[in-house]
T-cell receptor
């Protein structure tokens, strides 16, 4: 069975500061990893995904994540955040052949001016 | 290209009633997924439909059911509503690989239906 742990439920940062949102996964088979963002009163939007290949994945809106198999982590980073990045961020995992996503509990990112 | 659409946006029901939620996938997508986002419980997988068949089901009671129509749109039905069914129900659609191996296609999410049970 697969599971995802997002280590921080809330992360407050100042505008233009860097941010890292942490995600650890558990799986006995090959995994595919995703980060989604949910703005208030909206659905989910894919930020980036790791399927194979380079462990550093770049996504939309200046976000990137690094897949670390030995640490079973897939942390999301942005070097300089903006007020518009205020949202909830979800890490998710899917297995080979599996079509469902297993989500973490989410991290609420709050940007202070 | 139109995205995934869901209706209604909001739905208010009383305990014991039935709720029907609807989802239209992106054109060309044959798979539809339903997720429940309840306060304090996070996002949980409910159901996956592809080509009109239920392919996978999450850990939910049988009163959560659904179907997929020939045009690939889908309905989620929740019978005998309970207070804890209050949640945002998200629908997603994707292409699908008709073989077991390989990575999944991206799931595109709709805006959700907020169900309130009183």
């Amino acid at each position: 069975a697969q599971s995802v742990t997002q280590l921080d439920s809330q992360v407050p940062v100042f505008e233009e500061a860097p941010v890292e949102l942490r995600c650890n996964y558990s799986s006995s088979v090959s995994v595919y990893l995703f980060w989604y963002v949910q703005y208030p009163n909206q659905g989910l939007q894919l930020l980036l995904k790791y399927l194979s290949g380079s462990t550093l994945v770049k996504g939309i809106n200046g976000f990137e994540a690094e897949f670390n198999k030995s640490q079973t982590s897939f942390h999301l980073r942005k070097p300089s955040v903006h007020i518009s990045d205020t949202a909830e961020y979800f890490c998710a995992v899917s297995g080979q052949g599996a079509q469902k996503l297993v989500f973490g509990q989410g991290t609420r990112l709050t940007i202070n001016p | 290209e139109a995205g995934v659409t869901q209706s209604p946006t909001h739905l208010i029901k009383t305990r014991g009633q039935q709720a029907t939620l609807r989802c239209s996938p992106i054109s060309g997508h044959t798979s539809v997924y339903w997720y429940q986002q309840a306060l304090g419980l996070g996002l949980q997988f409910l159901l996956w439909y592809d080509e009109g068949e239920e392919r996978n089901r999450g850990n939910f009671p049988p009163r959560f059911s659904g179907r997929q129509f020939p045009n690939y749109s889908s309905e989620l039905n929740v019978n005998a509503l309970e207070l804890e069914d209050s949640a945002l129900y998200l629908c997603a659609s994707s292409l699908v690989r008709h073989w077991a191996g390989g990575p999944p296609y991206e799931q595109y999410f709709g805006p959700g239906t907020r169900l309130t049970v009183t």
